[in-house]
């Protein structure tokens, strides 16, 4: 178990998330080594839990281990076209909000119409499964827009896999390549 205390991580015991890349998709181990080398100190503290996959989805995990609710994190993807270019965004908000994507990220992406993007292409673009996709290790080329409230204290997000959870700061999430920090994301 880790030594770190984690404020309402429930009966989860997260470990070091280095020390178990097995437990990390592979752009989500390959991103927090990235950080290391960058010299981002915050990145130590990440860590990662093992859980059954089939309580991924976040108020699920959350009833089972008597997580709180607003510890959570979701990283949900967004596109839009302009002039024929598709226009992607990895939007990250706190779970007891959802992402505005009628008003803040179709105007962030500069589009008339945003939308979630289709399960299947999200899975086949991002390296990670399905209910596990996560802001770290998303491609450089997509826009990693992450809400204020995320950006301090810890964040329960997805590790790129089903079977597991990742536990990392807000400074971790504000230090991730492209990352753009956006008050009023979440409503």
């Not at 990895?90 to 119409?113: E, F, G, I, M, S």
């Not at 950006?151 to 807000?170: E, P």
């Amino acid at each position: 178990m880790s030594t770190l205390t984690i404020p309402g991580v429930g009966s989860l015991e997260p470990r070091p998330a280095l020390d178990h890349p097995e437990l990390l998709a592979p752009p989500v181990a390959q991103a927090l080594s990235a950080l290391a080398e960058r010299g981002v100190a915050t990145v130590s503290s990440a860590l990662v839990a093992a859980i059954d996959p089939s309580l991924a989805d976040t108020e699920e995990m959350t009833k089972a281990f008597g997580m709180e609710l607003s510890l959570s994190s979701n990283c949900i993807l967004v596109a839009g076209k302009r002039s024929g270019e598709e226009r992607i965004a990895a939007c990250v908000v706190r779970a007891t909000t959802n992402a505005d994507v009628n008003h803040v990220v179709k105007k962030l992406l500069d589009v008339r119409k945003a939308s979630f993007w289709p399960q299947q292409r999200a899975v086949e673009a991002s390296g990670m499964e399905y209910g596990g996709i996560t802001p770290v290790g998303v491609p450089a080329s997509w826009r990693l827009l992450i809400d204020s409230a995320c950006a301090s204290g810890w964040n329960c997000i997805g590790s790129g896999l089903r079977r597991s959870k990742l536990f990392v700061t807000g400074e971790v999430l504000a230090s991730l390549p492209g990352a753009e920090i956006i008050e009023g994301l979440g409503v």
